[in-house]
DNA sequence: AACCCGGGGGG
DNA sequence: CCCCCAGGGTT
């Protein structure tokens, strides 16, 4: 079987639009669009949202309901607010050493970063690569394992190379329901070579019928233009108050 | 550790 | 119908 190296030279997503730029707040804002979001419906989004605030100050320069607006349906709107939150932060006062510093930025966004936009040979393990990792295992592992075991399958590719190779594995060949392993690079050292027995973590409840759809449809509504307040769910509203994201209205919505 | 947060696509 | 998605923040 090929090495990791070379299967990723031959088949890794070297088209995708934000790997082609080393540009840090472009790599910022395709990782946070990409959180819990597929990459199918990233590439109709990223393009023309990045073209409209190519730069930090660009974004913290309008108000944040513009932006939660131009976030459009991606779900997650709050990735929005912060996204223009970070957008003011770096503004003002420039990147932060430690990314994750900003707001809407973790443990995993900071790493991926570094490591693609800064040449940091710095492990972050996200959902495929975590597959990835803990099927190889066999087992499920926390934060510190999975990244120290995705630097040593990752070998001898390092930083971003090691990345997106590990990403693509997950994404393309280690999928959730029926992998390739006899095309996987990796099957040799796994241990699994197969799907590991119930992952059950991250559950989502029902969507409908849920809280979050009320919250959903308000969004909708207040997305669309401006609204007669009392014709809303005010329970959902005044959660979505909470959250910084009514501003979506153009100025802070008063309650009724 | 458990729960919450949108919305869409796939088996 | 259920599962999953290039997670992060809060409790």
Same mark, same amino acid.
């Given at each position: ?7 990723? %030279? ?29 990459? @199918? %419906? ?35 709107? %709050? %990735? ?19 990314? @994750? ?33 803990? !099927? ?21 590719? /390092? ?15 280690? !999928?959730? !329901? ?27 409840? /029902?969507?409908?019928? @849920? ?18 307040? @009392? ?26």
């Amino acid at each position: 079987m090929a090495s990791l190296a070379a299967w990723y %030279r031959e088949h890794g997503r070297h088209d995708l639009p934000w790997r082609l730029t080393t540009d840090r707040w472009a790599v910022l804002v395709s990782e946070v669009m990409l959180h819990q979001t597929q990459v @199918s %419906r990233v590439l109709e989004a990223w393009p023309g949202f990045i073209g409209r605030y190519p730069t930090p100050p660009t974004m913290a320069a309008v108000a944040p309901g513009e932006v939660i607006r131009a976030w459009g349906t991606l779900g997650y709107p %709050r %990735r929005a607010r912060a996204l223009w939150e970070a957008a003011r932060v770096v503004s003002e006062r420039g990147w932060p050493d430690d990314l @994750s510093e900003l707001p809407g930025v973790g443990r995993y966004t900071a790493a991926a970063v570094a490591a693609q936009a800064d040449g940091a040979d710095a492990p972050g393990v996200e959902a495929n690569i975590r597959r990835v990792v803990e !099927r190889i295992a066999g087992r499920q592992l926390g934060d510190a394992a999975a990244e120290a075991l995705s630097i040593e399958v990752g070998r001898p590719l /390092r930083g971003r190379d090691r990345l997106l190779a590990l990403m693509d594995v997950g994404a393309l060949l280690c !999928r959730p !329901r029926a992998p390739k392993c006899d095309a996987c690079p990796l099957s040799a050292r796994c241990k699994t070579r197969g799907v590991l027995p119930d992952d059950g973590r991250r559950r989502q409840p /029902r969507y409908e019928g @849920s809280f979050r759809q009320r919250r959903g449809r308000v969004l909708a509504a207040l997305r669309s233009g401006p609204q007669g307040l @009392s014709d809303l769910d005010a329970d959902a509203l005044r959660s979505l108050e909470a959250d910084g994201l009514a501003v979506i209205t153009g100025t802070t919505a008063r309650l009724p």
